[in-house]
Each structure stands twice: as structure tokens, then as C-alpha cells.
């Protein structure tokens, strides 16, 4: 029997945080596995990619801003929903929020159930909390694709196809070909796919891969600043969920239960993925979105901070 705190309740080790110039115009905020935060900088005015997860987490990112440029930080994009992300954008006092139609739909039906659960899976990451007002509305909502210029810089939002969740929306700088993926790509860090939709997830990949970036800032994990460690991200996060979604497929077309099916891709996946972080935190979530869509539930169900636990404790109790 394993006896595992719940979530990541018992990460409590401070990651150290990186700034790095990929251009003139972008910069990628960077934890060690901590959630990221993207940032662009146009001619007249700046744009944060995912907030951090409180206002008073956000005040360090501003303070690497303001290393860089005095320009206002007029735009928050949210790359999803997830509190993690987006519970960070009032510290910013941005003109604007944009986010995908899919996203705004997934803020109203459970953004508040998503708050709570998350809140209590990743105390670490939700430093001051109380300093969160509340949920974070869009004032900009778009379909499929908006292009923005901040200047003569062109910045290109897009839902290229759904896999962390449906709302999924990069952020793509054509002229300098760099990417802001979000949670659709990971590395050396464990892609949470509770939300996901796994059947979809590599061919969303493929489009982000036609994209032809050369530098990209994955949802977690290091800058990737060339090609070859573009392709290492893109690949690394299609082996997991294909691997992992393949497993538990199997498993649920054999009539094994939920249980079993965990027990087994957990085994499965452990040598050749268990070093990336949040591994222990992500699979019992993980393999139980992918069972559900192996068998009866096309899109994923709400968490709430009662259904985390149920699951833990039928899973790893
Ligand atoms: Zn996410």
C-alpha cells in the first residue's frame, strides 16, 4: 500500500525562478516545473501569458518586467482556465483578459469548483491566496483565432485544437517564430491531463509542430530556445499521452477497473517518466480522466475538491 499526502500537499520546496529573453519582443517567466508565465512585449504596450496563481504572486513577475521595459501591461491571455493560471490577472491591472469562447464557457460552468479543488491540491502554489478577489472574467472572448498588433508586432491567438482542455489557446509571434503553448506541452514535467481531451491531444501537437516554431515556452519546464528542443518538448508530451492514454484504453477494453487500470500505468509509465515533476500528483487524475474517456464520459467531468479526494483515497488508499 502506498502512503501518499494527497496532491502535491507535501511539495513544499521553493522553486528558483529564471527570466529569459527569447527576442526583443518575448520573455518567459520559468520555475523549475512551476506553472510559467509568458510575456511580449510590443511597441507600445506589454502582454502576460497566464498570470501565476495569486495577485501578490504576480508582483514578481512585474518586478522582472520592469528590468526590461516601462511600457503598461495592458493584455492578460489566458492559455486556459485553470486557477493555477488565471487567479493572478487583477495583480496586473490589465485593460484586457482575452481568452478562447471555450475557455469563458469552462470559467462559468466550473471555474468555481476548479478554484477550490485546486486551491487544496497545490497549497505551494497559491502563496497569499486570500489576495485572490475572486475568478477572473475575459473582457475579450474569441472564436478560434484573433490577431492583435501591438505595433508593428503581429501576435496571432489561436485554439489550434483541444488536448489540456478545449479551451486551449497559444499564442504565436510569426515574425520571430515563437511560441506560447500553454499546458499542451510540458517538459520534463508531468502533463496533467484531468481535463483533457486525449483522443484529440496529438493532433493538436501535429498543428503546433506545422507551426515550424524555434523557440516555444512550454505550460511547465525550461524554455526551449532551439528546434531540436522544440521537437524534444513536442515529443516528449506526445509519448506520455499517448502512452498513457493507450495503457489505460487497453486496460478498460479488458473489462479491468479503475483501480487496476491506475495500478498498471502507473508501473507501466513510472521508469520512463516518473523523474518529471508532479508525476506522483498527476497520474491518479490523469488515468482517471482517461478512463472515463476510454469508456463513457466524452468530456471531462467537474472536478470539485470532494471528488479529488474520493479519487485519491479509491486510488492510492
Ligand atoms: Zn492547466
Not at 479551451?167 to 510540458?186: A, K, N, Y
Not at 508531468?190 to 524555434?214: C, K, N, R, V
Request: hydrophobic share 40%; aromatic share 10%.
Amino acid at each position: 500500500m502506498t502512503d501518499k499526502k494527497f496532491a502535491s500537499q507535501a511539495d513544499l520546496v521553493v522553486k528558483k525562478v529564471s527570466f529569459d529573453k527569447l527576442s526583443d519582443h518575448a520573455y518567459a517567466y520559468t520555475a523549475e516545473g512551476d506553472p510559467n508565465t509568458g510575456v511580449v512585449v510590443g511597441d507600445d504596450a506589454v502582454m502576460v501569458i497566464d498570470t501565476q496563481a495569486t495577485p501578490v504572486m504576480a508582483q514578481d513577475v512585474i518586478r522582472r518586467i520592469r528590468e526590461v521595459t516601462d511600457k503598461p501591461i495592458r493584455y492578460v491571455t489566458l492559455s486556459h482556465y485553470h486557477a493555477v493560471r488565471v487567479l493572478g490577472a487583477t495583480g496586473y491591472k490589465p485593460e484586457h483578459v482575452i481568452a478562447s469562447r471555450d475557455t469563458y464557457d469552462l470559467i462559468v460552468e466550473r471555474g468555481e469548483a476548479d478554484m477550490k479543488s485546486e486551491i487544496e491540491r497545490f497549497p505551494r502554489l497559491f502563496q497569499a491566496v486570500e489576495s485572490v478577489p475572486g475568478l477572473t472574467w475575459p473582457t475579450i472572448v474569441f472564436e478560434k483565432r484573433m490577431t492583435l498588433w501591438m505595433g508593428k508586432l503581429r501576435v496571432e491567438i489561436m485554439q489550434l485544437g483541444r488536448g489540456h482542455t478545449k479551451g486551449d489557446t497559444v499564442v504565436w509571434l510569426p515574425q520571430e517564430r515563437i511560441l506560447f503553448s500553454g499546458d499542451l506541452v510540458e517538459y520534463d514535467a508531468t502533463p496533467y491531463t484531468g481535463d483533457a481531451y486525449l483522443t484529440d491531444w496529438p493532433a493538436t501537437l501535429d498543428a503546433i509542430a506545422a507551426l515550424a516554431p524555434e523557440k516555444l515556452v512550454p505550460g511547465r519546464g525550461a524554455s526551449l530556445t532551439t528546434p531540436a528542443q522544440v521537437k524534444k518538448g513536442l515529443d516528449g508530451t506526445r509519448a506520455f499521452v499517448t502512452r498513457m492514454f493507450g495503457a489505460v484504453r487497453d486496460g478498460a477494453r479488458a473489462g479491468k477497473d479503475l483501480r487496476t487500470v491506475y495500478k498498471e500505468t502507473y508501473a507501466l509509465l513510472k521508469p520512463d517518466f516518473g523523474h518529471w515533476v508532479i508525476f506522483d500528483h498527476c497520474l491518479p487524475f490523469d488515468v482517471s480522466r482517461a478512463y472515463d474517456e476510454a469508456t463513457q464520459h466524452k468530456d471531462p467531468r467537474i472536478w470539485t475538491a470532494a471528488r479529488d479526494k474520493a479519487m485519491w483515497e479509491a486510488l492510492e488508499g
